[in-house]
């Protein structure tokens, strides 16, 4: 008995056919000759069976586990394209800092209030901080620089300490700490 399916193309060819529909079917015919020829007819790649495959094969651990890995990635390049001055080691805190469950799992602040701490410490470790700010400071909070070096996320860090070393100037630091923020 022949192939149903063979049977309906086989009419299509013979009986309704136009020009293009014929040269079509000489393209794919061609296309398969050099398959079967390179690969031999029981290595042909089957779509299909390899989607099948590759799905039996998939967990869902591993399937959470590599959309992270594209989101991380996809974070990388926005980071290395909207803040370039960033080194590796920076953006690598970026990404463990705020990307759900590749790393600190977040910062616990929002951006305008870290932004006013990263402000306030770097104007009181620069001794710019008048005296009855750290004290109002340090009566509403405690010890509050070590609470706030603390509680900055680890790229923060980095950046103020850079700062602080003169190893970034002003405009290099706010433009740092700026992305950084903007990442979060």
């Known amino acids: 008995m022949a192939d149903p399916e063979l049977v309906r193309t ?3 060819i ?3 056919c136009d020009d ?7 393209a794919a015919v061609v296309r398969r000759r050099r398959n079967l020829a390179l690969f031999g007819a029981d290595r042909i790649p089957d779509p299909q069976k390899m989607a ?6 998939i967990n869902i651990g591993a399937s959470i586990e590599g959309l992270r890995e594209t989101i991380r990635s996809m974070a990388v390049r926005m980071i290395r394209q909207e803040a370039p001055e960033l080194t590796d080691e920076q ?3 970026l990404t463990a800092a705020w990307i759900p469950g590749a790393g600190s799992g977040g910062r616990s602040f929002p951006r305008d209030v870290l932004a006013s701490m990263v402000e306030q410490f770097v104007s009181f470790s620069l001794g710019r901080m008048s005296p009855s700010e750290d004290q109002s400071l340090r009566n509403e909070i405690g010890a509050w620089p070590e609470r706030y070096w603390k509680s900055f996320p680890k790229v ?19 433009s740092k700490i700026s992305a950084a923020l903007a990442m979060g």
């Open 20 to 26: 293009a529909a014929i040269d079509a079917v000489a």
């Open 10 to 12: 086989l009419d299509y």
């Open 156 to 174: 923060i860090r980095l950046i103020i300490t850079d700062y602080l070393n003169g190893a970034l100037n002003e405009g290099e630091f706010n």
């Open 91 to 93: 953006i690598d805190e």
């Open 52 to 57: 099948r495959d590759l799905s039996a094969r």
């Open 14 to 16: 013979l009986n309704r």
